[in-house]
């Protein structure tokens, strides 16, 4: 059973999260890191690869927001955030369209031309880690496949399989 100390612990560990996903992932304001992640916070999903750093992660925020002008992510559903210690998981879910520039960075090709128009809608888990308040590591787990396959960087699933968009 948990102490009082460590449901504080715990409660103030949802908060800072809870702020961060809305204000960077939702509202995609960059300014956010300054404020709630350590100096040399790592950001590790499978679509964009590891970022260390607080400029490094804002960087790739911002180039993912000026190829999808409209992209933005919120927690999916009514799943709660689930803390234990320093540790905080969250459930998502989000996108947006093609509308601006090239977009290289990706694991399986690139979008070699601006605003193709395809949209991309898909979700994901993150584990993030605090310490001392702040945010030292977001690791996430995003349907990367189902993007890639909406952006026609990957075959579509066989028909066949049953698979179907997964949002």
């Known amino acids: 059973m948990a102490t009082n100390r460590e449901q504080s612990l715990q409660d103030q560990n949802k908060a800072i999260v809870a702020v961060y996903s809305h204000e960077f992932w939702g509202k995609c304001n960059i300014n956010i890191v ?3 992640c350590s100096e040399d916070m790592l950001s590790n999903y499978p679509m964009h690869g590891p970022r260390r750093g607080k400029e490094a992660i804002k960087r790739m925020l911002s180039e993912f927001k000026e190829a999808f ?3 933005s992510f919120h927690p999916y559903g009514p799943i709660p955030m689930i803390a234990e210690g320093n540790y905080v998981v969250t459930r998502w879910i ?3 369209t093609h509308s601006g ?7 399986a090709g690139a ?3 601006a605003n193709i128009g395809r949209e991309i809608h898909f979700s994901g888990t993150t584990i993030f880690t605090l310490r001392d308040g702040k945010i030292v590591e977001e690791t996430g787990e995003e349907g990367a496949l189902t993007a890639l396959q909406q952006l026609g960087l990957v075959p579509p699933p066989n028909p066949s399989s049953g698979a179907s968009r997964a949002v």
């Open 69 to 71: 002008p409209n992209v």
């Open 111 to 113: 979008l070699d031309q």
């Open 34 to 36: 300054d404020e709630l």
């Open 101 to 107: 520039v090239a977009f290289s960075d990706l694991p």
């Open 94 to 96: 989000g996108g947006g």
